[in-house]
């Protein structure tokens, strides 16, 4: 397909600057804020900061993405999980995936080998990634360089962000213009040809605008066989102080991404089959025949206006266009046998989508019928437009299971199988109060209502299908707080999640209503140590109702009968221990089941069976999991850091019929930090434990090794 990136460049600046140029008057009566969000209007305490206790690396205080306001942690009633920018460098990732190992309560999808995907809490969140609080749910691999910290809602969150979330969602935090000149270069080199530059520089210009630019490339192979990544990112912005009161914020992002389109190993016997971790069953030219190419360029304009200290109001504008290129070989069935062998598929999927989300957010401190008030009011706005087109090439023919011996795929003979175009079209209206009742008891209580128009086309037939589903999404939480040190709440949240949700309304789901997702949720946050340490626990069920299921009489036609269920505990801690000491851990227990669905699904196993799923367990839903890194900064700048992740035996989907083993991962990082460079050696999986780190989640061939013992090794240079 033809890509022109300057173009789409100048398309999203053209489009920020008429979104947001009404926008700019000046205010009368400018203030600047100086003190951080409270949801309370008492005047904050005196604090005295203790110069051994600043900055606990790992503990956050406030999050932006529970209430759409900075709020403190300690008085959202529900369970949100922050992992800051110094944990992220601590421990030398790469990915994203990498960065939500922190997390309890998630299990990884593999993604088709071509994107960022999690379950969390049981439920799958394709489309939950989000960015600065608009909605990012194009296909594709983020990018870690302009990540400022990453905050994992749980839990339904259609109440501020729209449809979606069972689960939960993933807000990246991204990196703005500051008011002060520094800049930095990382290079980074590791096993298996791994290479990777980064650059961030950051230029205040004059005393009301400042510029930041960050750019990554990366040209890196793997443990596995014909794997490759060729990765450019750039990000530039700019922020314009356009007076006391008014900021207004331009932010690009430009990712070109080029991979080996990995599926992983198939399996047998009720297991991913025991082959070398490094066997690949796709092309013997991978990069030729099997990649996956993803472009993504985006666009965001952000006016801020401080009427005064108490009301401000708030107007974000993204847009954005991607491509995606994908080929891959792929096994459809494993014959087994005394000499088993798989069949496979050749087959690509190109997509196109372009769109945009406008937030407008009104906020507001106020006092009334003698209460304490923090209200949010929102409207958003978008339109997403994604076309698909999917086609099977020659059938590239059965190799062996133990020992397969690869021709190359040939881009022959091509039969399309799908064409479509889905048009989404959003509007929403929220409201939200953060109440202040009494001293130690304080509300968060808000309501969002959606209309959410659906229309697609499949061009192969010359049908239409189109559906308008109007909903009200609502959240109620109760905290009370006995003393400065504990907090204990409970809430009740609800989402929905519409046919077009994923992917493009077709004619056995056109007409079904929206699935709807339930969570109760109760728990306490504690802080330790003179509030240098803070802990949660939380219990929570978490309900999705009305699932499409195929129908028994009829597998083509989907009935809205299904039922899921997960009860689950989380435990969490983060901050300092001592002077110097840093730690984050958590754990999850999650028992999860599929309470009602008539449905029965394929064992692509010879001999291939129907089971069904109904008391199942759903896939990549590990039952325990667990994660822990502890830090050591010595006064010379030298500093330590060791860490493991635990996760327990979970399905590849759910049949149920294949399950990866559940494992214990050591990784550990040395660095030596200078006002002028910094040199970082981490080491990753010390034991060379083999396992699996994710599968597909919907199928029971897609099997992904986690990588062996490897070593990253980056020296960064800064002023």
């Known amino acids: 397909m033809l890509y022109q990136p300057q173009l789409k460049i100048i398309h999203v600046a053209v489009l920020m600057a008429l979104a947001s140029s009404p926008l700019l008057a000046k205010a009368e009566e400018p203030k600047i804020r100086t003190t951080v969000e409270s949801s309370s209007l008492a005047e ?80 799958s969140a394709i489309s939950d990634q989000f960015v600065d609080g608009i909605r990012d749910d194009a296909l594709y691999f983020r990018d870690l360089s302009n990540v400022e910290q990453v905050e994992v809602l749980k839990g339904p969150a259609a109440v501020l962000y729209g449809r979606g979330s069972s689960g939960g969602i993933i807000n990246r935090i991204t990196k703005k213009p500051l008011d002060k000149a520094m800049g930095s270069l990382t290079t980074t080199v590791g096993s298996y040809d791994f290479y990777r530059v980064e650059a961030d520089v950051n230029q205040p210009l004059g005393d009301a605008a400042a510029f930041r630019i960050i750019g990554a490339k990366q040209d890196s192979h793997s443990f596995r066989e014909e794997d490759f990544v060729e990765r450019e990112f750039i990000a530039p912005s700019l922020s314009l102080n356009l007076s006391d009161a008014t900021k207004l914020t331009f932010q690009l992002e430009h990712l070109d991404d080029k991979r080996l389109n990995d599926f992983g190993v198939p399996a047998i016997n009720g297991r991913p089959v025991n082959v070398s971790r490094k066997t690949y069953y796709g092309s013997s030219n991978g990069e030729k025949d099997d990649y996956v190419q993803s472009r993504m360029t985006a666009g965001t304009a952000v006016l801020e206006h401080s009427f005064n200290d108490d009301v401000k109001i708030r107007n974000a504008f993204r847009t954005y266009q991607y491509d995606l290129d994908r080929n891959n070989t792929v096994a459809t069935r494993v014959n087994s046998g005394a000499n088993p062998t798989v069949n496979r598929r050749y087959s690509t999927v190109q997509r196109e989508e372009d769109g945009f989300f406008n937030q407008t957010d009104l906020t507001f401190k106020a006092n009334g019928l003698g209460l304490e008030h923090s209200v949010l009011l929102g409207v958003e706005i978008g339109r997403q437009v994604k076309d698909n087109t999917n086609g099977d090439f020659t059938n590239p023919g059965a190799v062996s299971l133990y020992n397969p011996v690869l021709p190359r795929s040939k881009r022959t003979g091509f039969t399309l199988t799908a064409n479509t175009t889905g048009i989404s079209e959003t509007k929403g209206f929220y409201a939200q109060d ?20 659906q229309d697609a086309e499949d061009h192969r037939t010359k049908t239409q299908f189109s559906r308008v589903d109007k909903e009200v999404s609502p959240r109620a939480g109760l905290v009370y707080q006995p003393n400065d040190i504990v907090s204990l709440y409970g809430s009740y949240t609800k989402s929905f999640q519409p046919s077009q949700e994923n992917f493009t309304l077709a004619k056995n789901n056109a007409e079904i209503a929206p699935e709807e997702t339930t969570n109760y949720e109760v728990g306490a946050k504690m802080d330790f140590l003179d509030g240098n340490l803070s802990t949660m626990v939380s219990l929570y069920r978490l309900e999705r109702t009305n699932i499409k299921s195929a129908d028994p009489a009829a597998p083509t036609v989907l009935i809205p009968v299904g039922e899921q269920r997960t009860d689950g505990l989380e435990l969490s801690l983060a901050g300092r221990l001592a002077k110097g000491w840093d730690v984050t851990a958590g ?51 030298f500093g330590l850091g060791a860490g493991a992740v635990f996760v327990g035996d979970q399905y590849t989907s759910v049949s149920n019929a294949v399950k990866l083993p559940g494992y214990t991962r050591f990784d550990a990082s040395a660095y030596y930090e200078t006002k002028h460079y910094d040199l970082k050696l981490t080491l990753n999986n010390i034991l060379d434990k083999e396992y699996f780190i994710s599968a597909h989640g919907g199928a029971d061939l897609y099997n992904t090794y986690g990588a062996p013992r490897s070593a990253l090794l980056s020296l960064k240079l800064k002023y």
Do not use: C
């Open 44 to 123: 904050l305490p005196e604090v005295t900061v203790n110069s051994s206790q600043a900055e606990p690396a790992y503990q956050p205080l406030t999050t932006t993405t529970a209430a759409k306001i900075e709020a403190p942690l300690r008085d959202i009633p529900q369970t949100v999980n922050v992992i800051p920018q110094k944990l992220i460098q601590d421990q030398g990732a790469q990915s994203l995936q990498d960065v939500l190992r922190n997390v309890p309560g998630i299990g990884f999808s593999n993604g088709d080998g071509g994107r960022d995907q999690v379950n969390i809490r049981g439920f």
């Open 434 to 453: 953060l109440v202040t009742l009494s001293k130690n008891w304080k509300a968060l209580v808000g309501a969002r209502y959606d209309i959410f128009d």
């Open 587 to 637: 754990y999850a227990y999650m028992d999860a089941e599929i309470t009602d669905s008539p449905s029965r699904v394929s064992v692509p196993i010879t001999p291939v069976t129907t089971v069904p799923i109904e008391g199942n367990r759903p896939s990549l839903t590990p039952r325990h999991s667990a994660n822990i890194w502890l830090s050591h900064r010595f006064s010379s700048g």
